[in-house]
């Protein structure tokens, strides 16, 4: 059985984070998984490592790939969008590793995230003046 563990990597963050990108709640990323409760959810989610047959169940109820479950990181998805958004044309490949649907629904979720940290800053610096 190989099991997915990184110590450097927390794998139910990932999944947390993913199930809240996605706009899921616990309640029913528990449903999508045969119907677990809520608290199991929760506590997956507070797991470090979860065995590769588990997870491709997750990543399947995430509707992500299982690969991009694992190399999701926030970091490489605000490269991609900055470089999409800056006229460039040479968007990150490993976006492809992360969802089985269009990139536009993660740009749409990162503009609102973008959206609102512009906002943040603006109110800060009109604080300082």
Avoid: W
Wanted: charged share 30%.
């Amino acid at each position: 059985m190989n099991t997915f563990e990184n110590k450097s990597v927390h794998i139910g963050r990932k999944i947390e984070r993913v199930r809240s990108l996605r706009g899921m709640t616990q309640a029913q990323l528990g449903e999508r998984l045969g119907g677990i409760s809520k608290q199991a959810v929760s506590k997956m989610e507070q797991t470090e490592s979860i065995d590769d047959k588990r997870l491709k169940e997750i990543a399947d109820a995430l509707g992500v790939l299982p690969e991009g479950l694992k190399k999701f990181n926030e970091e490489s998805i605000l490269y991609c969008t900055a470089n999409f958004y800056e006229g460039s044309h040479s968007v990150n490949t490993n976006i492809n590793t992360i969802v089985n649907e269009p990139v536009d629904k993660i740009i749409e979720l990162y503009e609102r995230r973008f959206q609102s940290l512009k906002e943040e800053i603006i109110e800060a610096l009109k604080g300082k003046a």
